[in-house]
C-alpha cells in the first residue's frame, strides 16, 4: 500500500543536541512538507519541497534544516538553535492541483513526537 | 495572524444528531477548503474539500458550507456518530499556484456521545 512513513514515532532529545526526522513516501508524489502541531495552535508550516533539490521556508523554519535529495525524502533536523522543539511533527506529500479549481489534498504521515528533556 | 480560525475548541453531541463545525477566514486569496480528521497520535486524513466557485459541498454524512460574502465555512455531519470522534481541522489554499500549501486551523474537538 502506498503511504507515508515518519519515522521515529517518539524521539527524546537533551538540549543542545540536532535530531532528524525521517519522512519518506512510496505515493511518486513531487511535493512534500512537514508540518508541526502544538496544542490549541493547528497545524503550522515548517518547510515545503515542490520538487527535488528544492524547497522553501514555511511559516515557523527558524531552528530547522531540510533536504530534498530524493523524490520519496524529506527529512527534517531539528537543530539546537530551535527555542521550543517538543511538539508532534507531521510530513505530508500532495500531487499537483488540477487547475485552479482542483484539489490540493495532502496526505500525511502517521507522526513523530519529539520530546525535549 | 491567524488566517483561519477555529473559535470552538470543543463540541459535545449526541450520537443521531447534527454536528456543526465552524470556521472563518480572513484572506480573500484562499480559494480551495479542506477539512481534515485527526485521531490521536495519528495524522491528519482528508475528510472533504470545496473550491470557492462553489457554495455546498456533499459527501455522504457530511456537508460542507461556504459563505465568502462572511468569509465563512461550516462542516455538518448528519447523523453524528460515535466514530465521528476526532480533532477536526479547517484548511485553506491560497490561489495562483498548483501546490498551494495549506493554512490549518487550531482544530475543534468533536465528542460524539452514546
Known amino acids: 500500500d502506498g503511504g507515508i512513513t515518519q519515522s521515529p514515532k517518539y524521539l527524546f532529545r537533551k538540549e543542545g543536541q540536532n535530531v532528524t526526522l525521517s519522512c519518506e513516501q512510496n505515493l511518486n508524489h513531487d511535493a512534500m512538507y512537514w508540518y508541526r502541531q502544538d496544542p490549541g495552535q493547528g497545524l503550522r508550516l515548517i518547510y515545503y519541497?515542490?520538487?527535488?533539490?528544492?524547497?522553501q521556508k514555511g511559516d515557523i523554519a527558524e531552528g530547522y534544516s531540510v533536504s530534498r535529495e530524493k523524490k520519496e525524502s524529506f527529512p527534517l533536523t531539528v537543530t539546537s538553535a530551535q527555542k521550543n522543539p517538543t511538539a508532534f511533527y507531521l510530513c505530508a506529500s500532495s500531487i499537483p492541483a488540477s487547475g485552479p479549481s482542483g484539489a490540493n489534498v495532502l496526505t500525511f504521515g502517521a507522526g513523530s513526537r519529539l520530546t525535549v528533556l | 495572524d491567524q488566517q483561519v480560525k477555529q473559535n470552538s475548541p470543543s463540541l459535545s453531541v449526541q450520537e443521531g444528531r447534527i454536528s456543526i463545525l465552524n470556521c472563518d477566514y480572513t484572506?480573500?486569496?484562499?480559494?480551495?477548503f479542506l477539512w481534515y480528521k485527526k485521531y490521536p497520535a495519528e495524522g491528519p486524513t482528508f475528510l472533504i474539500s470545496i473550491s470557492s466557485i462553489k457554495d455546498k459541498n456533499e459527501d455522504g454524512r457530511f456537508t460542507v458550507f461556504l459563505n465568502k460574502s462572511a468569509k465563512h465555512l461550516s462542516l455538518h455531519i448528519v447523523p453524528s456518530q460515535p466514530g465521528d470522534s476526532a480533532v477536526y481541522f479547517c484548511?485553506?489554499?491560497?490561489?495562483?499556484?498548483?501546490?498551494?500549501?495549506?493554512?490549518f486551523g487550531q482544530g475543534t474537538i468533536l465528542t460524539v456521545h452514546p
Open positions: 484548511a485553506a489554499r491560497a490561489g495562483g499556484t498548483s501546490y498551494g500549501k495549506l493554512t
Open positions: 484572506n480573500s486569496m484562499f480559494d480551495y
Open positions: 519541497s515542490q520538487i527535488v533539490n528544492d524547497f
